[in-house]
């Protein structure tokens, strides 16, 4: 017998039409899977009453094993046991070897000539994804995910008596195109459908209905045991829109116990020089302590010291707070940049929404409310918010609210360009701009005649490309031979809701087309996009020097080039030797000059060609109108 | 005539009421679709129609059309869990043959 559960009026399914959904956070160290029943949104517990899965999968010698059991093995069988696999997703070889140090798997470093769209193209061999070697052969990232993903639908699919119509997966807004195609692959490869995916702070706030209120700006602070993220949300006519975002890949409850960690140890008169097995007892004693703070002012300390004496301490909540206030500062420090970078003020702020176990600090809390002004949302799970707010949204993507509009805008955290002639870069779509969006830009050829033109489709801040992230090359070729500048090339970004970014140009005379779907490049942290943005801003003098420079340049030559044509063409019949000598030592001064580094005196030397060239350019023209006209007569001219 | 809640039924109800923040009750039904003859029908209920029947149960006001009313008389709506699954269960005296989901039924 099917249970049933109580639907929206007039949205109950006919027998086996029930549209079930689901949302999946994918987390790096724990997963969940939620889903609406009755109209509440919950996170399913396993048969053990489990609802959280370890993102942890061992390929043993049984089978494939997902969560704590696979976790437990990870000491015993390391190099079966994937841990962490999403700091992987959508990442090529060459980050890998950054990251290599600290995995513990056997990665085979080789290209992987994966079946992709045509036209995809990948720089610097990053397209190679990186494969662990496991005793089932050799497994990639996508792989792996695909098996988290699977065990969270069937443990969804046993929950709701049927199956899946679609998921919603959340990832953090920092993922860029490659991590969040590699986050969709591996949906493919579990069998799921994708609704969309949905960035973790715009989750987090549609699990507290935020998005069911009037307009208003939010931050979703969101500390987990590694990790921190900071998003400012705007909603806007009942559309969500992130602002910004901000955070540090390396910050997190563990930095916590550490700190405790070490202050317990200095208590204790203990050395650095600790054995891994007292070292991870001190770990998990603090953890156990620091838990306690938060709810009791003060907490016993019993610690069994390796020469197997005892020591007795305790610690008290103030203290304990001096030990995370300078990291709790960070936090806040990456807060205040992401409201600059949002252009809003703390006082702006409506709700501040927590996510993430850390959250559970009453010093964390304390301070963000400090900072923004306003009591910190926490009445939903902190650790569970983030599926929550997945399940409400693929429920409204099922269609099982008819009434609901809700749409969930993002953006895109990057500049994104196109190289244009001198290595500059043409900012097509500017940082912060909300997604899905379209723009479209002219370019035209340089030379006469020329019938291709490579695109360099870029991202970053910066002025010049060799500053900027590659992320694609490809070449629109046919061009009809035309004059220069007469070709009308039309270069279209668009980027659809899940960020990924479609690049086509298309030349308007000739109705010749490329285009580029960005693939798995390498990919890009939070704290290199902040590096990016901050080295943007601390070289923004040297860029408008750069730029200057380069179009001076580029101006220059483009002169060059037009003056040796019109030499060749009628330099002989129009000039004497004494101003064609004019002309070519004005010709080979500016030549000269532009090889320097300075724009101004570029700008002369073209100038003084120009001028030289006046009473030529003159002549040129009242030739070509006289050829225009011969033998035409005169009121033709008329109309 | 009469329709029943079992506590768990009602419990839930309450809570996802609650959740929802509005609604006049509960609205049983039946609709003529399906793979063995009738299939119930289990909603929200934001307003009561003049010609619906009201039962109130538990503190639970259980709404039904008297189209349907005929084929769940004396039903008894209960909630249970079986294994990972858990939701409403109908357990209808009319009821002669169902499919084998159960989701729709013959009288």
């Given amino acids: 017998m099917a249970l049933l559960q109580i639907a929206e009026p007039g949205q109950f399914a006919a027998p086996h039409q029930h549209k079930l959904a689901a949302g999946i956070d994918l987390g790096t160290t724990n997963s969940l899977v939620a889903s609406v029943l009755s109209g509440m949104a919950v996170t399913l517990p396993d048969a053990a009453g489990r609802h959280l899965l370890p993102s942890v999968v061992r390929y043993a010698a049984e089978g494939v094993v997902v969560g704590d059991e696979a976790k437990l093995a990870a000491v015993e069988d390391p190099l079966n046991t994937v841990q962490s696999v999403k700091r992987l997703m959508g990442r090529g070889l060459a980050d890998l070897k950054t990251l290599g140090s600290t995995l513990p798997y056997d990665i085979a470093y080789r290209e992987v000539g994966e079946g992709r769209e045509p036209g995809a193209v990948s720089l610097d061999g990053s397209g190679a994804v990186p494969r662990i070697r496991t005793r089932s052969g050799e497994v990639t990232p996508v792989e792996v995910s695909a098996e988290i993903l699977k065990t969270l639908a069937r443990r969804a699919e046993q929950s709701l008596g049927g199956e899946l119509t679609g998921v919603v997966i959340t990832v953090p807004a920092y993922f860029d195109d490659a991590q969040r195609q590699a986050t969709k692959d591996a949906a493919r490869l579990a069998g799921l459908n994708v609704f969309r995916l949905l960035n973790e702070p715009t989750a987090a706030a549609v699990a507290y209905g935020l998005d069911q209120r009037a307009e208003g700006v939010h931050a979703v602070y969101d500390l987990g045991g590694g990790t921190f993220d900071i998003s400012i949300l705007r909603l806007h006519r009942g559309v969500f829109e992130v602002m910004s975002t901000g955070g540090d890949s390396a910050l997190g409850g563990d930095d916590f116990d550490r700190a405790l960690a070490q202050w317990i140890m200095a208590q204790a008169g203990l050395g650095e020089d600790l054995d891994p097995v007292m070292q991870l007892r001190l770990t998990r004693l603090a953890t156990g302590i620091k838990e306690q703070l938060s709810s009791v002012e003060s907490a016993e300390i019993h610690l069994e010291l390796p020469n197997g004496g005892r020591w007795q301490g305790s610690i008290d909540r103030e203290t304990f707070n001096g030990l995370i206030d300078p990291l709790i500062a960070k936090t806040l420090a990456a807060c205040r940049r992401a409201l600059r970078d949002a252009g809003v003020t703390a006082e702006e702020i409506e709700d501040v929404v927590m996510v993430g176990g850390s959250t559970r600090v009453p010093r964390v809390r304390e301070r963000v409310k400090e900072l923004f002004r306003a009591e910190p949302r926490v009445d939903v799970d902190p650790d569970r918010v983030v599926a929550i707010g997945a399940a409400i949204q693929a429920d409204v993507l099922a269609g099982n609210k008819p009434d609901e509009e809700m749409l969930l805008l993002d953006v895109i955290s990057l500049s994104l360009g196109m190289e244009t002639m001198g290595g500059l870069v043409e900012r097509i779509v500017p940082r912060n701009t909300t997604i899905p969006v379209a723009r479209a830009q002219e370019f035209t050829t340089f030379k006469d005649g020329q019938t291709a033109l490579a695109l360099h489709v870029v991202q970053g801040e910066r002025d010049l490309v060799s500053d900027c992230r590659s992320l694609a090359r490809f070449e629109l070729r046919g061009i009809p031979p035309m004059v220069a500048g007469a070709a009308r090339i039309r270069v279209t970004f668009e980027v659809d809701a899940d960020g990924l970014l479609n690049v086509t140009a298309l030349e308007e005379t000739s109705g010749v087309k490329a285009g580029v779907v960005v693939k798995p490049s390498y990919g890009l942290s939070d704290s290199e996009v902040e590096r990016m943005l901050r080295d943007s801003i601390a070289h923004a003098e040297d860029d408008m020097a750069a730029r200057r420079l380069r179009e001076e340049q580029v101006e220059a030559e483009r002169v060059t080039e037009a003056l040796r044509a019109a030499l060749a063409q009628d330099g002989d019949q129009l000039l004497d030797a004494g101003e064609r000598a004019g002309i070519e030592q004005a010709l080979k001064h500016l030549v000269e000059t532009a090889a320097s580094q300075n724009h101004l005196s570029i700008k002369r030397a073209r100038e003084a060609l120009e001028k030289v060239c006046e009473p030529y350019v003159e002549r040129r023209m009242n030739t070509s109108v006289r050829q225009a006209m011969a033998g035409h007569k005169l009121d033709e001219f008329e109309s | ?107």
Avoid: W
Wanted: hydrophobic share 40%.
């Fill in chain 2, 1 to 107: 005539m009469a329709i029943t809640l079992t506590e768990a039924a009602a419990s839930h109800i309450a809570k996802f009421l609650k959740n929802r923040g509005k609604g006049a009750g509960l609205r049983l039904g039946v609709k003529t679709s399906g793979c063995s003859g009738m299939a119930y029908l289990l909603e929200f209920a934001d307003q009561i129609e003049a010609e619906d029947s009201v039962f109130e149960d538990h503190g639970i006001k259980v709404i039904i059309d008297p189209k349907s009313l005929v084929y769940l008389d004396g039903t008894e709506l209960d909630f249970v869990k079986e294994g990972l699954n858990e939701g409403f269960k109908f357990n209808n005296p009319n009821v002669k043959g169902q499919c084998g989901c159960g989701e729709s039924f013959q009288v």
